[in-house]
């Protein structure tokens, strides 16, 4: 974990990301080098009893200071689960938590904490009352941090494309 936690730090760009409200965001982001991702992904794929052709590219994210990831859902052209691993323990009162506000849910990043989530299809795919109740009950956001955080992100697709 330290060596992907060194090299996201080391390649990480930063972004700064505003559409009218939605996916903004302020963090640095970069996909971690296949021959240090795979053994993540082969245990991630394992937990989604996903095949690993399945699985995106693993994301290192980081925030600095003052950084953040507004509400959003992360299911678009098929994404259904995603996956965080967290790289620091962030005290109370440093914000940075994940948050499910319809779940009321806050989770506090710990070093080595990971979790695990389904995302809802919001379009066609489902009744349209049901994409709603999955969308808010899955929406979350990364709250704003008041000291630099870090995650792995892994998303699992129903399909192969990418
Ligand atoms: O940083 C977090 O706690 C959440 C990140 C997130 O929501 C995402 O990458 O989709």
Redesign the pocket.
Same mark, same amino acid.
């Given at each position: 974990m330290n060596a992907i936690a060194e090299y996201g730090a080391q390649h990480a760009k930063p972004r700064e990301i505003n559409h009218f409200g939605f996916f903004s965001r302020k963090?640095t982001q970069v996909f971690i080098a296949q021959s240090l991702a795979q053994p993540v992904i082969d245990k991630v794929s394992k937990l989604m009893n996903m095949p690993v052709q399945n699985m995106e590219k693993l994301?290192y994210?980081g925030?600095p200071a003052g950084g953040f *990831?507004r509400e959003?859902e992360?299911y678009i052209e098929g994404r259904c689960v /995603?996956f *965080?691993c967290y790289l620091d323990d962030l005290s109370e009162n440093c914000g940075?938590? /994940?948050f499910f506000p319809t779940l009321k849910l806050k989770?506090r990043?710990q070093r080595g904490m990971a979790i695990m989530f389904p995302n809802g299809p919001k379009n066609a795919d489902c009744a349209k009352k049901l994409d709603k109740w999955r969308y808010n009950l899955l929406k979350?956001?990364?709250?704003l941090t008041t000291v630099p955080?870090r995650?792995l992100?892994l998303i699992g697709r129903i399909s192969t494309k990418k």
């Open positions: 963090d994301q994210i925030y *990831f959003h992360d /995603t *965080f940075g938590e /994940t989770i990043p979350h956001e990364g709250c955080k995650i992100a």
